[in-house]
C-alpha cells in the first residue's frame, strides 16, 4: 500500500511540477518579451529618415544600457544597402540580420551569435515613410537574467515538490500503519486461540474491522459445534456397536450352540448402525461447501426409474415446481428422496405421488402413498433408528431416521401426516432452497 502510494504521489507531483513549470517559464519568458517588443516599438514610432537616407531617432532610447558596451542590450537597425544604424553598447559587435524570414510581424527568436552570451531577439521589418528600404529593427537582450529566473523557479519548484512528496509518503505511510494496526491485534488475538489463552476473539475493534472480528467469532463457534458434533457422533457409533460386540463375546465365551446365528445377526446390526453414521458424516462433511447446490426434479427422474426396475406395479407420479433447486449435495438429495419413495413404494398399494412446493426460504418435497399409513401416536417412534411398524417385510428400519438426520444437518425437517388424497402417509421433507444463478 505504501508502495503504490508512493508511486501515485510521485506521478501526480511529475506531472503537476511539469505543467507548473511550463505555465511559469512560459509567464517569465512572455514577460520578458513583452518588455523587449516595448522597446523595439518604441524605437520604430522615434525613427525617421535623414538628409543622406540614414535611419535616426527624433529622440534617444531612455534606457542607458544601450550606449554602456557590451551591457546585455542591444539594438541595430539595417537595411539591404543600407548602412547599419547600432546601438553603442554592441561596440564592434554587430546582429545576424541576414536571417530569411518574413519580419512584417513581430519576430521573437533565441541565438547564440555571440560567444558565451546567449541572446533574446525581437525584430520586424519596417518600410519608414520617405524611403523604399525595408529596414529590420531589432532588439536583443542577454537571457542570462531570464535564464536565472527560471533556474531559480526550478530550484524552489523542485525542493517544494520535493517536500510536499515527502510529506504525502509519511501522511500515507502513517495512515497504513495506523489503518492496519488493528489487523495486528486480531492476529494477536487468534495466536492467544490457537494457544489455548483464549476462545473468542473479545477485544474492542474499529467499527471496520468488526464484521472481520465477528466473522472470526463466528467460524470459531462453527468448529466448535463440528467438533463436539463430531464427538457425539463417535460416542453414538461406540455405544450402538458396544452391544452386539458385547452379545457375540458373551457367546463366544458361552461356547454357546446357536453362536453361527448371532454372529451374523448382531453384524446385520452393527453393519446397519454404520451406514446410519456413514450417511450423517457424509452429509456433515458436505455440508461446509457454500456451492451445495442440487435439482430436485433430476433427482425424483433417476429415482423414479429406479423405483420402475425394482418395484413392478408401482406407479409414481411427480408434479409440482421440478426445476427448484436446494441446498444439499446431489448425493444426500439422492439418498433422502430414495429411502422416502422406496418406502411409499414398499409399504402403499401400488400408487406414490410426489409433489414438489417452492415457498422462500424452503422447498417442500411431499411424498404420498395409498398405504394403511402411520397412526398419529406411532409417527414420532418412526424416526427411531431400528425402529418397523411392518417387520413382514425386508428392510433395516433406519431410511427414516437417515432421511431426518441429512436433513436436519442441511438446515431442514422432515414431517410425517396423512394423505387426503390416497388415504396413506404423507411425508413432506423441507429443504433450504438455493438462491437462484444469474
Not at 545576424?96 to 531577439?121: C, K, M, Q, Y
Not at 433395516?396 to 388424497?421: H, K, M, P
Given at each position: ?185 486480531v492476529r494477536q488475538e487468534v495466536v492467544a486461540i490457537r494457544t489455548g489463552r483464549k476462545s473468542r476473539v473479545d477485544e474492542d475493534f ?233
Amino acid at each position: 500500500m505504501i508502495g503504490i502510494a508512493a508511486l501515485w504521489i510521485a506521478i501526480l507531483l511529475l506531472g503537476g511540477g511539469f505543467a507548473l513549470d511550463r505555465v511559469l517559464t512560459r509567464s517569465i519568458v512572455d514577460n520578458f518579451d513583452s518588455q523587449l517588443e516595448y522597446v523595439l516599438n518604441a524605437m520604430i514610432a522615434a525613427s525617421e529618415i535623414g538628409p543622406d537616407g540614414e535611419v535616426r531617432f527624433n529622440r534617444p532610447p531612455a534606457d542607458q544600457r544601450f550606449i554602456e558596451p557590451y551591457s546585455g542590450l542591444y539594438f541595430q537597425v539595417s537595411g539591404e544597402g543600407a548602412e547599419t544604424f547600432p546601438s553603442r553598447s554592441l561596440w564592434d559587435r554587430r546582429l545576424d540580420a541576414s536571417v530569411e524570414h518574413d519580419d512584417i510581424d513581430l519576430h521573437v527568436r533565441n541565438s547564440v551569435e555571440f560567444e558565451g552570451e546567449p541572446l533574446r531577439i525581437v525584430e520586424r521589418d519596417v518600410l519608414l515613410p520617405d524611403s523604399n528600404v525595408r529596414w529590420r529593427f531589432q532588439v536583443a537582450q542577454s537571457r542570462e537574467q531570464v535564464d536565472e529566473q527560471i533556474a531559480e523557479l526550478r530550484a524552489v519548484l523542485i525542493q517544494s515538490f520535493a517536500a510536499l512528496g515527502l510529506g504525502l509518503l509519511v501522511m500515507a505511510a502513517l495512515q497504513t500503519v495506523y489503518g492496519l494496526w488493528p489487523l495486528r491485534r486480531v492476529r494477536q488475538e487468534v495466536v492467544a486461540i490457537r494457544t489455548g489463552r483464549k476462545s473468542r476473539v473479545d477485544e474492542d475493534f474499529p467499527r471496520e474491522i468488526t464484521p472481520l472480528v465477528d466473522e472470526i467469532n463466528e467460524l470459531l463457534a462453527h468448529s466448535e459445534e463440528q467438533a463436539e458434533e463430531a464427538r457425539r457422533h463417535a460416542g453414538n457409533l461406540a455405544h450402538a456397536l458396544k452391544t452386539p460386540l458385547t452379545v457375540i463375546t458373551n457367546a463366544a465365551t458361552a461356547h454357546d450352540a446357536k453362536l453361527d446365528d448371532i454372529v451374523c445377526r448382531e453384524a446385520t446390526v452393527m453393519r446397519r448402525q454404520v451406514d446410519h453414521h456413514l450417511a450423517r458424516a457424509r452429509a456433515i462433511g458436505r455440508r461446509s461447501s457454500a456451492q451445495a447446490r442440487a435439482e430436485v426434479g433430476a433427482s425424483l427422474a433417476t429415482i423414479e426409474r429406479a423405483i420402475g426396475t425394482l418395484y413392478d406395479g408401482v406407479t409414481v407420479d411427480v408434479t409440482g415446481d421440478c426445476d427448484a433447486q436446494v441446498r444439499v449435495e446431489r448425493q444426500d438429495l439422492d439418498e433422502m428422496l430414495g429411502n422416502l419413495i422406496e418406502n411409499a413404494a414398499k409399504y402403499g398399494g401400488g400408487r406414490v405421488f410426489v409433489t414438489v412446493e417452492k415457498s422462500a426460504p424452503m422447498v417442500d418435497i411431499l411424498v404420498e402413498d395409498d398405504g394403511r399409513g402411520i397412526p398419529e401416536s406411532e409417527r414420532h417412534a418412526i424416526f427411531q433408528r431400528g425402529a418397523r411398524l411392518d417387520t413382514d417385510k425386508p428392510g433395516t428400519g433406519l431410511g427414516l431416521a437417515i432421511v431426518r438426520d441429512v436433513a436436519q444437518i442441511y438446515g431442514g425437517s422432515v414431517a410425517l401426516g396423512e394423505s387426503e388424497d390416497l388415504g396413506g402417509l404423507l411425508v413432506t421433507l423441507s429443504l433450504p432452497a438455493a438462491e437462484e444463478e444469474g
